[in-house]
């Protein structure tokens, strides 16, 4: 028997696409709900004193849509393991693995994102969509050059979060591109 085909990998961003930070207060999009948490990577404020809670906009719809899209899900965030603690289940997705970032505020000189090496380096050739909202041309040729397998790098903006069209999209790179290759 063969073994069954592996699913891309769809990364994903916590605030951006998840979460659409940049809406403003009176305009944030239909079907998201604000939260207020204090993960452990807040920093601490002046003299100490303990970090301000961060508010964070969800959809609890978008758990099960990113589950019924076809891919093995990874958080790619700032947040790491916290996102399974202060996210997930606020959207109702189960656990997921992280890629690790060691140093997620670290831009690097040729202007990829932070987390754009260690991505390709996680991924190690499968293929992998990506949905963030820092992803610009540096990346998509950085990937290009490094990453043997398909790629989507799928930018999100930072006010509207996922929408209809990104479920699309995604759906249908799995099942084309990102699925040609699988096995
Ligand atoms: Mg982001």
């Known amino acids: 028997m063969p073994r069954p085909p592996a699913s891309p990998f769809l990364l994903l961003d916590v605030d951006g696409p998840l979460n659409p930070f940049h809406a403003a207060p009176h305009d ?11 993960p452990g990577w807040l920093l601490p404020g002046p003299d100490g004193a303990p970090a301000r809670p961060v508010e964070v906009r969800l959809d609890p719809s978008h758990g099960a849509r990113l589950l019924g899209l076809g891919y093995d899900l990874v958080w790619a965030t700032g947040w790491q393991a916290d996102a399974n603690t202060w996210i997930a289940p606020r959207i109702g997705l189960p656990p997921l693995p992280h890629v690790p970032f060691a140093d997620i505020r670290a831009w690097r000189p040729d202007g990829t994102c932070a987390k754009t090496w260690e991505i390709v380096s996680w991924a190690a050739g499968r293929p992998f969509a990506w949905v963030d909202d820092d992803i610009d041309e540096a990346d998509r040729a950085f990937v290009a050059a490094r990453h043997p397998g398909p790629a989507l790098l799928h930018r999100v903006h930072p006010a509207r979060g996922l929408r209809d069209e990104d479920f699309e999209l995604l759906a249908a790179w799995a099942a084309g591109p990102g699925a040609a290759v699988r096995g």
Do not use: I, K, T, W
């Open 28 to 38: 944030c999009p239909a079907g998201f709900a604000p939260h207020r948490m204090s």
